[in-house]
């Protein structure tokens, strides 16, 4: 894994990662569309499987 960090859109997937006790790094504004919130997320296989798992 290369990169630190994944970038959710979702509201309902980064909610559903909360409440299976995975934490928010940093919550940002979508400069392309600002009515919407990109939630942040380390990345680890954890998280992936996870995210796997909820799809």
């Given at each position: ?25 940093d919550i940002k ?26 799809s």
């Amino acid at each position: 894994m290369n990169k630190k960090y994944i970038l959710i859109f979702k509201p309902k997937l980064a909610r559903n990662l909360l409440r299976n006790g995975f934490n928010i790094v940093d919550i940002k504004a979508d400069k392309n569309n600002p009515d919407r919130t990109i939630f942040v997320f380390e990345k680890t296989r954890e998280l992936l499987e996870m995210m796997h798992k909820l799809s």
